[in-house]
């Protein structure tokens, strides 16, 4: 790919100094763009032929030593950019990029942001941090941390780094410590999802991009569970039967909520209010929207009739254990804990044993995550 890149300052426009700016002069297939440095020169110190600040020796006045000076520091700015430029033309014919004009020079603007592969997944994580996206900043967290196991240099990988090779080899990485498919895919689901983000933005690296057609197939890395099924009879039981142990009890109420409301998840029933009960021509529903979801677009929110075993449990769940703020469950028992200061809490049930104490005590139990 012929291309030349120079320096060359213009000849049809002054400044009030009577200096003309120097330029970035890049030329592809004939094509030419110019970029500006915010550097100018007065034609009676400029070398056209060398494109550099002429530098002059054994001066005496102190107001001609600082141009002077002035000028040796412009020349030591030239010579960066003319090393950055040539390292970006590099970069792209090694990654085999048919780069145009424009991409040099978002390249060349945009040098602190490229490559830098940890530092943008860095970045994404605290953005989703700051938004409220506390658990996709936690999965993010989890697999950069993974990485940072499987490679020391992560600190110093550019995107281009982050090729088939490279995942090939995290793959194995993580099979060595026993981790099973579904679990390799995990990491996978949100280190893909870092790379695309980044080429959607013009930040990561097309050429080395490891997944997709001919790549790295995390759809495969999916293992079937077994599926394992309550038998009617224990059903039955867990209906009818109550538990002596409170806590025991708690959870078989929570378990059978779950059941009816045709297996809301923890979260989803943590976060139910009373204000998601809505009335309507033929009785009342619980109407939300599913907390890992719920900020995509066009999600559309579930509604479940509230039948009588339903209702009999959200009044024997609230009595035996009080409710605070607008929630409709026991389940978050302390008043006024938000964002993510409620989602990193773990939860009992209140009892008379308990009332007094922490609700959002570290415990084995379930946590809450978004």
């Known amino acids: 790919m012929a291309h030349s890149i120079r320096f060359p300052r213009r000849h049809d426009k002054a400044d009030r100094n009577g200096r003309y700016a120097v330029r970035l002069c890049i030329t592809k297939n004939k094509r030419r763009k110019y970029i500006a440095l915010d550097l100018y020169a007065d034609p009676a110190y400029w070398d056209e032929a060398g494109e550099q600040f002429i530098i002059l020796r054994n001066l005496k006045g102190a107001e001609q030593k600082a141009e002077n000076k002035q000028r040796e520091a412009d020349n030591a700015l030239l010579a960066k950019y003319k090393v950055r430029a040539r390292e970006i033309v590099e970069r792209f014919e090694i990654e085999g990029i048919d780069w145009t004009l424009n991409q040099f020079e978002d390249a060349f603007l945009n040098t602190s942001k490229q490559g830098k592969f940890n530092a943008y997944f860095t970045d994404r994580i605290a953005e989703l941090h700051a938004t409220g996206h506390i658990g996709n900043s936690q999965t993010y967290k989890q697999t950069q941390d993974m990485l940072r196991s499987y490679d020391r240099k992560l600190d110093q990988r550019l995107f281009s780094d982050i090729d088939l090779r490279y995942v090939r080899g995290f793959d194995m ?13 995990f990491y996978f689901k949100a280190l893909r999802a870092i790379l695309n983000r980044a080429n959607a933005e013009g930040v990561g690296s097309v050429a080395t991009y490891p997944f997709g057609r001919g790549g790295f197939e995390v759809s495969k890395l999916e293992e079937a569970t077994a599926k394992r099924y309550l038998p009617a009879a224990e059903l039955s039981k867990l209906k009818s039967t109550s538990a002596s142990n409170p806590q025991c009890e708690y959870a078989r109420k929570l378990f059978l909520f779950s059941y009816y409301c045709y297996g809301i998840s923890f979260i989803d029933m943590a976060m139910l209010t009373t204000a998601q009960i809505k009335q309507m021509e033929d009785g009342d529903y619980i109407v939300y929207k599913r907390q890992k979801i719920k900020r995509q677009k066009g999600v559309k929110p579930i509604s479940i009739k509230i039948t009588p075993a339903i209702r009999q449990l ?57």
Do not use: H, M, W
Request: hydrophobic content about 25%; some cysteine.
């Open 173 to 185: 990485f993580l099979q060595k410590r026993g981790c099973c498919g579904n679990t390799r895919k």
């Open 314 to 370: 959200i009044g024997s769940l609230q009595a035996a254990s009080p409710t605070v703020d607008d929630f409709l469950l026991p389940i978050v028992t302390r008043s006024g804990y938000t964002g993510e200061r409620l989602s990193t809490c773990t939860f009992e049930p209140v009892t008379a044993s308990t009332r007094n104490t922490c609700a959002c005590s570290p415990r084995n139990s379930e946590s809450i995550s978004t």
